[in-house]
């Protein structure tokens, strides 16, 4: 059996992607929590929201190193395994990285470390500042990232010629036609994200009868943030589907299972896409709902995948039900922001058993949308690297072979699986110990205390004397 180069090329991509992302959105989310307990904590005086931010910052410190080792393993791949879209695409996607770190990068390393080691050896102020900085540096990489990323979903901006795509006005390629509605949608991603793991620790902590005012302030906060972003993560997803029907439509016709262009389309909430046969099976659908979702009219034309010849459709059934996932996870994140505001009305928020221990495993419903999300995003794009420019073949390294390629792929498992093993230890170590251990005093021992050399020196010749 010959290995496919370009098969395995894909899986590898699709595996470094979604092992990456999930390190990202967490960080993005929780700098900006960070940053707000420290602007309490300047603001207010109170001791609990420097209790809390030292915990979380723990916590960050050991995802964001997760997050920059695999990103930086991850940018291999592309002189690997898809040389000829590297090439085609150095005149923007060479600048843009470029960009990413001198902006972002060098921002977040340089205030990291007065967020992590500072707190004790500069003002309050100042530690404040650094952590909306390393804030600001997240948001920042986010941008440059989505940039590059959306304009392989809506290219702008770009004149291929002799080969290679040349920058032909830089506004219209860093800010594509799906850029803004992108950007959004990550970011409210990002901050539920961290909105729903700070609730599933806090509960779990509060649940164990532990630093329970601490936690009880932190699970306040989380829950405001659900109940508020949750719903706002719907009308975006909603703004954000609109534009992708209008410039990627066959995206969404995977992503509705409709091989037929029709009106009055329903909305399948079950379906078994069949690619071979171009139909669906078992499908249980709403009437005429997509149209109204997709079009906002009740008879609106959806495209259907029969517009494109069979190998120039999306992987369907791959597409459909990793956008069901998504939407089901936004659903819950909205229904358990709802829960949380009905039991703080009660003030059982925090003494709801039920409504803790569920929180404590919604804390996995981010990672699992995000990565369901990135699935569409990306499968939903083929056969397309750059849309309806560029194919995965035709950027695909030319002399690689499968042997070459499965070689990587095995690599990237174990780097990542070592990676993924490391973080999660240290993860859990910090974890147990808790707001207890993140806060108790530094006992500064003697080979740690920095000596000044003359004033050594000067007692050295005073015990000679």
Known sequence: MELDPLLLSRIQFAFVVCFHAIFPVFTIGLASFIAVLEALSFKTGQPVWQRLSKFWI??????????????????FQFGTNWSNFSYATANFLGPVLSYEVVTAFFLEAAFLGVLLFGRDKVPQGVHLFAAIMVALGTFISSFWILSANSLMQTPGGLELRDGMYHVVSWSQALFTPSFGYRFLHMALASFLTAALVVAGVSAWFILQKREFESNRKALSIALWMLLILAPMQVVVGDFHGLNTLEHQPMKVAA???????DTGVPLLLFAIPDQAAQTNHFAIG???MASFILTHDWQGEVPGLNEVAPEMQPPVFLVFWSFRIM????????????AGWVLR???????????LQSLRWMSLSPFIAVLAGW???????????????????????????????????IG?????SLVFSA???YLLKVFRGGLEKANQPHEQEEVERAKRPFSAAHASLEGEN
Do not use: D
Not at 386 to 399: D, K, N, R, V
């Open 58 to 75: 723990q916590v960050f410190a050991v995802v964001f190193g997760m997050g920059v080792v695999s990103g930086i393993v991850m940018s």
């Open 255 to 261: 992503m509705e299972g409709n091989w037929q262009t």
């Open 286 to 288: 709403i009437p005429n």
């Open 327 to 338: 939407v089901a996870m936004g659903l819950l994140m909205v229904f358990f922001g709802l």
């Open 345 to 355: 009305y009660r003030q059982r928020y925090h003494q709801s058993r039920w409504f």
């Open 375 to 409: 699935v569409v995003t990306e499968a939903g794009r083929a056969p397309w690297l750059i849309y309806e420019q560029m194919t995965h073949a035709e950027g695909l390294t030319p002399s690689l072979t499968g042997g070459m390629a499965l070689f990587t792929l």
């Open 412 to 416: 990237y498992v174990v780097v990542y």
């Open 423 to 425: 973080g999660v230890y």
